[in-house]
């Protein structure tokens, strides 16, 4: 089969979806959605894209830092010159936010924008996708386990920030439904797994706490990057 003609998995956006601080190539959540790794997950033994069909590829254009402008400016454009993808995931907004942090009538100016970027990049997207493709854009999580505790992750204080956090959840939720894109849950998936459960400012990739699943406070570890893959997983197969 030629290449052009194989199934293409296309994952964008920040550092959510990369490999770096989940312990290196293949290690991140979209890495593991397109082929497990048997050896830390054998629970997930089968359940990947690459076994349903072994003729899929991968191109991981997520980027470490990555904000809506990365998105529309340099990963949009280096999607294009690739085959029609049957699967895009997106993971975006977090680091806008933190732009903001501190601030929440800058925050939710931010949020607007944010919106504004996935209502502009979702129809590209769908403009560019495999007959029967699909997208997913995922939600932004909070280390602070929604208790906003600044201190304890070594931030100074913003009251407001699980607020924020929510707000921007909701808006690319309605963002991405009013696409027909599917929305993958990863904070709720992340919910009880920062403060709640260690040190989310660690910077190890691979803690010997599996409950905690954020290193350098605000990255996915290795197994903070099987919860991502879970929360993909999950959008595209409601039914379990």
Known sequence: MPSAQRPLYVALGDSISIDEYAGGPGRG?????FANR?????????RDLLTADPGTEFALLATDGATTATLLDAQLPRLAARPAPMLVTLTIGGNDLLGAYGDTAAARRVISRVG???????????????PS???VVGTVYDPSDGTGDAARLGLPPWPDAVAVIAELNDVLRRTARAHGALVAEIAERFRGHGLSAGDPTRPEA?????RQWYCRLIEPNAWGADGVRAAFWAALHPGG
């Open 29 to 33: 959540g979209a890495s593991l959605l």
């Open 38 to 46: 048997d050896d830390d997950f054998p629970e997930w033994r089968g």
């Open 116 to 130: 504004e970027a996935v209502d502009r990049a979702l129809p590209v997207l769908a403009d560019r996708l495999a």
């Open 133 to 135: 493709g699909r997208i």
């Open 206 to 210: 691979r803690p010997a706490n599996r």
